[in-house]
């Protein structure tokens, strides 16, 4: 693929086939997405890559805490809830997705289900939990270096024929994940990223979430030219 074909191609894959992948192809992945910039060269990322027994010990601890009740754990600096236009964004791509899957806004079980999908890491065949220097916590830049190479890596991944899904869900009980991926002490757990090959039967994965037009993202200062 040509890049803009990845770009503008790459959608969120929240179902996958069974066919597993390959560890070869996910250091090949990787190896792309860490020439990513990154502040001063800090190079802050690791990556945990999870498949088989461990991270269905993941899938299946995420879901039993949260189902009872414990409070999540994430590791890095959440938000306040959305307001305003982007709380409509997020609304709008909820709707997407639900009107694509047959689920009614009155249906809770099904609601439920497709909550739990997430916390199952949407049953992808592999995972790769994203991590940072914990001697660098506390700043913005490496979280945003880290979201800098994850969009590298999703990237590349598509190029290659795999789909991802950059997840919180995943990582929301911090110690089962700490646990089973063996996460050592001095690495902060930043996101999850579900990988695998898309099943193109799954409705969700058809979903193209609306995008903010060039004009309405950015200011242009000090250009004399007309827009083309």
């Given at each position: ?6 770009v503008l191609g790459r959608r969120t894959i929240r179902g996958f086939t069974d066919e597993p992948v390959s560890r070869a192809v ?64 997020q609304i709008g791509v909820a709707k997407q997705l639900f009107a694509a899957m047959g689920i009614a806004r009155e249906d809770k ?120």
């Amino acid at each position: 693929m040509t890049y803009d074909e990845v770009v503008l191609g790459r959608r969120t894959i929240r179902g996958f086939t069974d066919e597993p992948v390959s560890r070869a192809v996910i250091e090949e992945i990787i190896g792309l997405a860490i020439r990513s910039p990154s502040s001063l060269n800090s190079q802050p990322w690791n990556f945990y890559v999870i498949t088989g027994e461990p991270l269905e010990r993941i899938r299946a601890g995420n879901v039993e805490r949260n189902l009872a009740g414990i409070p999540e754990s994430r590791e890095f600096r959440g938000s306040d809830p959305y307001q305003g236009k982007h709380r409509e964004r997020q609304i709008g791509v909820a709707k997407q997705l639900f009107a694509a899957m047959g689920i009614a806004r009155e249906d809770k079980p099904a609601r439920q289900d497709w909550v739990l999908r997430g916390f199952r890491q949407f049953d992808a065949p592999a995972c790769i939990i994203v991590t940072y220097d914990r001697d660098l916590h506390g700043g913005d830049v490496p979280v945003f270096d880290c979201g800098a190479v994850a969009t590298a890596l999703v990237n590349a991944a598509w190029s290659r024929g795999l789909g991802c899904c950059v997840n919180s869900q995943g990582i929301m009980q911090s110690p089962v994940v700490r646990e089973h991926a063996g996460i050592a002490e001095d690495q902060v757990i930043m996101i999850a990223i579900a990988i695998g090959h898309p099943d193109e039967s799954f409705p969700a994965n058809s979903v193209v979430s609306a995008r903010k037009s060039v004009d309405e993202a950015a200011v242009f200062v000090g250009f004399d030219e007309p827009a083309n």
